[in-house]
């Protein structure tokens, strides 16, 4: 049976966080189906009535990330008088930093999205991981920080991309039998490479979904299991050769992929 659920999410910034915290959460609930309120920049008391009059006619569950005094205790009281639960999940956090640190939170909008150097990293990051997706641009991999290597649709391209918004500069080659990596892959010495690899018939449902949402003919050597087969074997065979550690991504999320990735980094890093 499905439960239908009224999520309200609240923000004085642009809500990113909150949203993370929720995503997470709901991912812990099977048969629920969620209707999601998203309300950013929350910093005024008339755009805070609007919402209450939307909450009060939609009642659910009430996660917020509110730093202003009074908008907290004007969202707190009117939910409580509607019956509805409210929570504030970063108050924990904070509270505990204060205790530990003897200082009080700032308790302003949006610190987390000041353009320091770490988002002007990020942004740069992004830019290098589009313009060498795929293999181009081969002669620069010597300034990434990741190589993926893979055969196609090894989820090669969002990785890198998630790669990429957490700062690291990544490209990525595929790898084809019939067409060898140029030999400056395997002669790099700053980035980390690693290999991707997954299941055959994973990666055979997911050429065939790609084929048939191009109108492409599903019977190809891209799909046929012996074909396949040849590829995964090449491709792990060279990952061997070279000792690049390998991620099996069949039962992995882009997202679990990426932290098995970044914890090889960080690894490579205490051992430098």
Known sequence: MTTRL??????????????????AALAQYDDVETV??????????????RILQEIAQNPGLVIYTLVNPTTRRVLESRCHALGLPTVAPLDPVNAALSGLLGVQAKMRPG?????????????????????HDDGIAWE????????????SRSSKTPTSIYLANRGYKTANIPIVVE?????????LKKPLVVGLTTSA????????NRLLSLNQAPDTDY????????ELTFARRMFADNDWPVIDV???????????????VNQRKAEA
């Not at 009224?6 to 995503?23: C, F, Q, V, Y």
């Not at 999205?113 to 589009?130: G, K, P």
């Not at 997202?255 to 990735?261: K, L, P, Q, R, Y």
């Open 250 to 264: 069949t039962r992995r999320s882009i997202e679990e992929t990426a932290a098995a990735i970044i914890s090889l």
């Open 140 to 151: 620069e991999w010597e300034e990434a920080d990741i190589v993926l290597a893979g055969v």
């Open 111 to 131: 610190r987390q999205h000041v353009l320091d150097a770490a988002y002007f990293a990020r942004v740069d990051a992004i830019q290098f991981t589009i313009a």
């Open 6 to 23: 009224h999520l309200h999410l609240l923000s004085d910034s642009t809500g990113e966080t909150l949203e993370n915290i929720a995503k």
């Open 179 to 187: 067409s060898p990596p140029p030999p400056f892959l395997f002669k």
């Open 201 to 208: 018939d994973r990666l055979i449902a997911i050429r065939r």
């Open 36 to 49: 999601r309120h998203f309300w950013p920049m929350v910093r005024t008391e008339s755009h805070l009535e």
């Open 223 to 230: 799909v046929e299991q012996e074909a396949v087969n040849r």
